[in-house]
């Protein structure tokens, strides 16, 4: 059982950064898909921030279009921890933040799909709020 563990969310003031963490101890992230997803409640589940191997041994990142300049994603494959650096927060970027892996890689078409991904963290809440 793949067990991922989301820290770093919290009360950020518009403008702020944070960084967020999904550590996954035990686990090794080579060959899985890992991405970072987010959900306001009522609505649906969002990905937005991926990494992919599926192209070989090569990591191929996606991000959203909406948010590629100011969401960036990274992996400590030795240290198992999966992140996410998010600069310049909006009132709307409120909601709460998931990572999950996928154990058959769905590549980089297919990297911002929920269904695709096996394993979920528990969420943590990010309040961007003056």
């Known amino acids: 059982q793949v067990q991922l563990v989301e820290s770093g969310g919290g009360l950020v003031q518009p403008g702020g950064s944070l960084m967020l963490s999904c550590a996954a101890p035990g686990f090794s992230f080579k060959g899985f898909a890992m991405g970072w997803f987010r959900q306001t409640p009522g609505k649906e589940r969002e990905g937005f921030a991926c990494v992919t191997s599926a192209e070989g041994d090569a990591n191929v990142v996606y991000y959203a279009n909406s948010m590629k300049d100011r969401f960036f994603i990274s992996k400590d494959d030795y240290n198992k921890v999966l992140y996410l650096w998010v600069k310049d927060l909006q009132v709307e970027d409120t909601d709460i933040y998931y990572c999950?892996?996928?154990?058959?890689?769905?590549?980089?078409?297919?990297?911002?799909?929920?269904?695709?991904?096996?394993?979920w963290g528990q969420g943590t809440q990010v309040t961007v709020s003056s």
């Open positions: 999950a892996t996928a154990a058959d890689d769905p590549g980089y078409s297919g990297a911002s799909y929920p269904k695709e991904y096996d394993y």
